[in-house]
Every structure is written in C-alpha cells, then in structure tokens.
C-alpha cells in the first residue's frame, strides 16, 4: 500500500517548517562525504524565509519529509537538490518530488535545458526517473585522499617551462581565472555536463559560486594556487581549494590551459596543494571527476585518491 504523500510549493512554507528535513540531510552529507552542511542549511533557510527558491515540498500526515529545489538560469534550470528524511517512505517521497519537478521543468516555456548533480543519489529510482524524463546520465565519482602528518608530495623534481611561477590564489586573480576555465573547458567532456563553461560569462558565474558561496565549502585562498605566465601576464593552470569541514578539504576545480598539458603541471598542482594542507593540519582531502576523463581519474589514483562514491550527471536538452 502506497503511503500518501502532499506535494506543495516551497515558496508557501518557511525555513523553519523545512528544519527537520535539513537537519536530517546535514546528517546525511557528513556520513556520505564528510561535509559540515551547515552553512548551507543556513542559506537555503534563507531563501525559502524570502519565499524566492523554486521548489516543492513533500508532507506526510501534515508533516514535512522531503524536499527540492531548483534554479533558474536563463533558459536553463539546475536541480539543486532533492531529499527525503530516511525511513520507508523515503525513496516514494523522493521519487514524487522528482517526478513532480521535471514535469514542471521541462513544461516551463523557455526552458531548453536541465542539468542536475545530487551527490547524496547514487543510482536506483531517482536515475530511473530521470533516465524515464529523457535525461543523459554521465559518471561521477567522489573521491577521498587521507593526508598523514609527516607525507611530503614530491613537487621538486618539477621544471617549470619557462616564464611560468607557481603563486597562491589571490583576489585579483577572479576574471582572468574565468577566462581560463573558459579556455580550458572548451571541447572538453565535462562541458557537455555544465554548459556554464561554453563562455567566459558562465565561467566566471560558475567561480563565483564557488569563491562566494557555501554550496562546495568555505573558499580556502590559502589553499588554493594559480600558474602565472609572467611573459604573457595571464593564468595558464588553477587549483581551487575549499574547506568543507574541520581538517577536511575539498577540490572544486583544477585546470590547465590546453597548450600547457602533458607537462605534469596538474599533478604539480595537486601536490603542492596537498603539501601545503599537510602542513595547515588537514587530515583529507575530496573532490569529484567524470569517469570517462581518463587523465584526470590516473592522476588523482595516482596520488592517493580512492572511490567514495559514484553518482550522476544528468542532463537533458529539448530537442527541437
């Protein structure tokens, strides 16, 4: 016998009728992926306070049990999220939320694309449901590194090429770094999952709510490094480092513009990173990476990193 869920609008209700629902989740981030959630808890309280977050809410007997949300991005919308405080209607209460959302999605005039990212999902009906809306799943994998006290990461033995000095991440650097993800994203696989990196203006959106937002941790400055061309005075590589709960790091982006790969400046990075956490008294380090990027998945194998967990990129487009 099914159970009777109500699905309502979000923007009818208040942070404090979601708290329950969150605060399972915020459980549920940090035993998965070791993230403290809270701060990002405290900015969606905030938005649904402001009835401005396009979302549903799903109730039980009057009481709320999940929730999702999405975000509108010109003629594009993400699914934020989607979650349900476990227990056996948990996956029924998932399943409405989604099927209700993409319904509302792609039947929303001019919207020709849908992307979505839920990490805490990692197959069964929450992929049959988007698979069955006509999505294009693409793998993720989260992955985890355990850093010792005493490890050093070689970054001696590197020869940069000339004009090249590896520096820290500074403020200044903001535009110029978009313009390389920019540069460096183009033809790239993970393009077909974030169409953001199709122009500098997306770019530079996407570092925005890395550096200025909670939603991927703390933006850590000090950890984060940049690869200075000194000849052409532009960027040509960048980690982003953020801290997603107390010794705990994490990865949101690293790239290096096409003319400079090959030449291990990624594992440069990474390690001179990783060095740096090591001696700040981080205990690990995360980050997520498309399967298929074959490169990518060596280097980090390479470096200590293990499979957490997978999960998928969606991403559907109307075809006209």
């Not at 709320?64 to 975000?71: E, Q």
């Not at 693409?138 to 970054?155: G, P, Q």
């Not at 077909?192 to 200025?212: A, C, K, P």
């Not at 991927?216 to 950890?223: L, N, P």
Request: charge should be neutral; include cysteine.
């Amino acid at each position: 016998m099914s159970t009777s869920i109500d699905i309502r609008d979000l923007r009818s209700y208040t942070g404090q009728h979601l708290k329950p629902v969150l605060e399972a989740e915020a459980r549920a981030w940090k035993e998965r992926l070791l993230w403290d959630y809270s701060a990002s808890i405290d900015l969606l309280q905030r938005y649904v306070d402001a009835r401005i977050l396009p979302g549903l809410l799903a109730l039980i007997d009057g009481k709320p049990v999940g929730y999702c949300f999405s975000v509108y991005e010109g003629q594009k919308a993400v699914v934020g999220d989607v979650f349900a405080i476990p227990g056996k209607s948990a996956t029924e209460v998932e399943v409405a939320l989604v099927r209700s959302l993409l319904t509302t999605l792609q039947h929303t005039p001019g919207i020709d694309r849908i992307e979505s990212q839920l990490l805490l999902h990692t197959g069964g009906q929450i992929a049959t449901m988007f698979h069955n809306a006509g999505f294009t799943a693409y793998e993720r994998i989260f992955m985890e590194a355990k850093l010792s006290a005493n490890a050093t990461y070689d970054v001696e033995s590197y020869v940069l090429p000339p004009g090249l000095r590896l520096i820290r991440w500074s403020n200044s650097h903001f535009q110029i770094a978009g313009e390389l993800i920019h540069r460096s994203y183009q033809q790239h696989g993970d393009s077909v999952i974030n169409d953001q990196y199709h122009s500098i203006h997306g770019s530079l959106r996407f570092l925005h709510n890395i550096v200025r937002f909670p939603g991927c941790g703390v933006f850590d400055a000090e950890g984060s490094w940049v690869l200075w061309d000194e000849r052409k005075s532009r960027m040509e590589g960048v980690l982003l480092c953020s801290t997603v709960d107390r010794g705990i790091a994490h990865l949101t982006q690293i790239c290096i513009a096409p003319a400079y790969r090959g030449l291990g400046l990624g594992e440069l990075l990474l390690r001179s990173a990783m060095n740096g956490l090591v001696r700040r008294g981080f205990q690990r380090i995360t980050l997520t990476v498309t399967r298929a990027n074959a490169s990518a998945m060596r280097l980090y194998t390479n470096n200590g990193f293990g499979e957490r967990l997978s999960f998928d990129a969606m991403v559907w487009e109307r075809r006209t």
